[in-house]
C-alpha cells in the first residue's frame, strides 16, 4: 500500500470540449474539466428546496482526500458557492502542492495531512467531514480509517470494488454514528431532477423503456488514464468508471429497482489498453413496472453522456445528461419538440451543501451508502449476466 500511496493517480476524465489534460504526477485525484460559471438560461422546472431552519452562517469543515484535477478543479473551488460546507483541510502526498493549494484557498497549513498520518485527523475539531477523492480500489479503506477516525464521509464512485468493501465502509459509519453519503452528483443536478419529476409524473405518458449510454475513449498515454486500466485500482472498466451513470439512469428515472439482467461484454483483441478491464458491456434491465432499459458503457466510442426517456405519449431527452456544466433537455411529441431551458447549478457545490444539512439536522443523506453498495452490487450481477449469457433474476 505504501508504494501505491507514493505513486500517481487521478480518477475521472469525461472531458467535455476539453480534450485530455495532463496532471502533476504525485498525488492522488480525480480527473476532470474546470468548472464554468453557470449559463445565461431562463428559470424554469421545480422550485428550489426550503433551507434548512439553522444559522444561516453555520458551514461545516471539510477536508478534501486527494489533490487531483477532479479535486482542484472542480470540488475545491465549488466551496465558494457552498452555503453549508467550508474547505478547512487537505490530505496529499505532496506536501508542496497542497501548501499552494491551502495558501490560495486559506487552509490553515497546520490543516495538511498526507497518508501516513491521515488518522491523526481525529485530533483535529476544524474537519467535521471528509471527501474521498481516490482510486476506486483505495475508497474502502480511507474511508473506513475516516470514519474510524469520527468524522462524517463522502466518497466518490464508484463506492468501492467489491460488495463486502461497501458493507465495511457502511459499517464503519454506523459503528462511529457517523453520515455516510456517496457523490452522485447527478442526483442534485437541476436537469437531471427535472427528468426524473417528468418521467415519473406521468407527462410522458406510460413509461415503456430507457436507454442511457456513457462512454469515452481510453487514452493510455494519458496519467489520468493509466490506473483506470489496472483492476486491481479500478475494480472493472468501462462500467464501473461511467457504465455507473447509465445504471444510475436508469434507477433514478424508473425509481425502481431491477428484477433481470441480461448483458454482453466485448473489448478489441489485442488492444493493450484491455489486458485488466473491460472496453465495452452492454446491459438490459427489466423493471417490476415493465420498463425495459438499454444501456451501454464504453471505453473505446466517442464522448458520450445520453439519457432517453420513452413514454407512451412523448420521449424525453437528456444530452448532454451527465456533464459538468452542459446540459440539453427535449420533450419530443408527436409534431413538435419542446426544449426545457433550466438554470445550471453548481451540482457538486449542492450535493456538498446536502451532506452538511444532512448532518447538522440529523438525517439520512439521499444517496446513502446503501445506494453505493446497490450500484455494485448490480454491476457486479451485470459481469455475471455478461460472463454466463444468463438472464440473472435479482
Known sequence: MLDLLKSEFTRRTILHKAGFGLIALSTFGVAGT??????????????????????????????VVGLGKFATEQIIPSFGECKR???VALVSGDRAKAEGIA???????????????YDTIRNNPEVD???????????????????????????????????EE???????????????MIAYRA??????????????????GKLK????????????????????????????????????????????????????????????????RFREVEENVNFVLRFPSGVLANCTSSYGY???????????DAALELDPATDYYQHRLIIKRKNSNEEQNIQEKNQFALEMDHLSESIMANKQPKTPGEEGLQDVRLMQLIYQAARTGKTIKV
Not at 45 to 52: D, F, M, N, S, Y
Not at 173 to 179: I, L, S, V
Not at 245 to 261: D, K, M, N, V, W
Not at 302 to 311: M, N, S, Y
Open 103 to 117: 495558501q490560495q484557498y486559506g487552509v490553515n497549513s497546520k490543516n495538511i495531512y498526507n497518508y501516513q498520518n
Open 85 to 87: 460546507s467550508k474547505l
Open 166 to 180: 461497501c458493507q465495511a465502509m457502511i459499517d464503519a459509519a454506523k459503528k462511529g454514528d457517523r453520515k455516510l
Open 34 to 63: 474546470i468548472f464554468k460559471p453557470n449559463r445565461t438560461l431562463a428559470q424554469a422546472g421545480p422550485a428550489p428546496a426550503k433551507e434548512p431552519s439553522m444559522p444561516p452562517e453555520k458551514k461545516l469543515g471539510w477536508a
Open 187 to 204: 442526483q442534485y443536478e437541476p436537469y437531471n431532477l427535472a427528468a426524473i419529476k417528468l418521467a415519473q409524473s406521468g407527462k410522458l
Open 302 to 312: 466517442a464522448d458520450t453522456k445520453r439519457i432517453q426517456v420513452f413514454g407512451s
Open 209 to 272: 423503456a430507457i436507454t442511457s449510454d456513457h462512454g469515452r475513449n481510453l487514452d493510455p498515454k494519458d496519467p489520468a488514464d493509466r490506473w483506470r486500466a489496472q483492476k486491481k485500482l479500478a475494480g472493472g472498466g468501462s462500467l464501473y468508471d461511467i457504465g455507473i451513470y447509465s445504471l444510475q439512469a436508469a434507477r433514478y428515472i424508473t425509481g425502481e429497482e431491477p428484477q433481470e439482467i441480461s448483458a454482453m461484454m466485448y473489448s478489441t483483441p489485442g488492444d493493450p
Open 129 to 163: 467531514v471528509i471527501y474521498i477523492i481516490l482510486p476506486n480500489g483505495l475508497h474502502a479503506e480511507y474511508s473506513v480509517r475516516g470514519a474510524q477516525a469520527g468524522k462524517h464521509i463522502m466518497c466518490e464512485k464508484p463506492m468501492a470494488i467489491t460488495v
